[in-house]
């Protein structure tokens, strides 16, 4: 009896450069996918090999493929059955993984990111999360958070910008603290 080979999840190209995604079931029964990243060449007799070198020139279509696995990789898990509810798993976009993904430091890599490509560009933002707005208001949960930030969006003054006041006040806005009786 041979065993099977095992054959590619999906395979893709751009050009001599492959992105070959590999299924793999565990022991639990999960799926798990790694991928292969390789460059295909001709050797002196005409027979294809693949390697795993690449050249600087190759570098930034390796990333768009890189990319492009990852949201294959993501689809697939999104069409295989959570465990707990059956329903398709949430696949977790480059956006997510950027602002969620593995590490303590994610929030602050996120932001770094965004700092870079907004530099690329010559622009500026200063970022607000909820954390800020429950700092002004402590009695606020994360949705009632974003929505006043959301509000300071909205109502936005460039002559004042978002500030402790802005925030403040757009929490007051939405959500009025109770008056205090005597």
């Known amino acids: 009896m041979t065993t099977p080979i ?3 999840f999906a395979t893709l190209r751009d050009g001599a450069l492959k992105a070959t995604i590999w299924a793999n079931t565990t022991d639990e029964g999960r799926t798990r996918y790694s991928i292969t990243l390789t460059r295909s060449y001709t050797d002196a007799d005409g027979n294809w090999h693949d390697t795993n070198y690449l050249n600087r020139s190759e570098l ?21 059955p959570d465990d707990a509810t059956g329903a398709g798993r949430r696949p977790m976009s480059r956006f997510d993984y950027i602002f969620e993904g593995p590490g303590d430091n994610s ?3 996120a ?10 560009h010559h622009r500026l933002a200063i970022i607000w999360s909820v954390i800020e707005v429950r700092r002004v208001r402590p009695d606020l949960n994360d949705e009632q958070a974003w929505q006043v930030l959301e509000r300071a969006r909205l109502h936005h003054n460039a002559s004042v910008g978002v500030n402790w006041e802005t925030l ?15």
């Not at 930034?60 to 295989?80: C, I, M, N, P, W």
């Not at 006040?169 to 005597?182: G, H, K, R, S, V």
């Open 60 to 80: 930034l279509r390796v990333a768009h493929l890189a990319s492009k696995a990852f949201d294959a990789v993501g689809e697939a898990y999104a069409a295989e």
């Open 111 to 120: 932001v770094e990111v965004v700092q870079r490509l907004l530099r690329r």
């Open 107 to 109: 929030w602050a890599d």
């Open 6 to 8: 095992n054959q590619p």
């Open 168 to 182: 403040s006040a757009a929490a007051e806005a939405l959500y009025p603290e109770p008056e205090d009786t005597p």
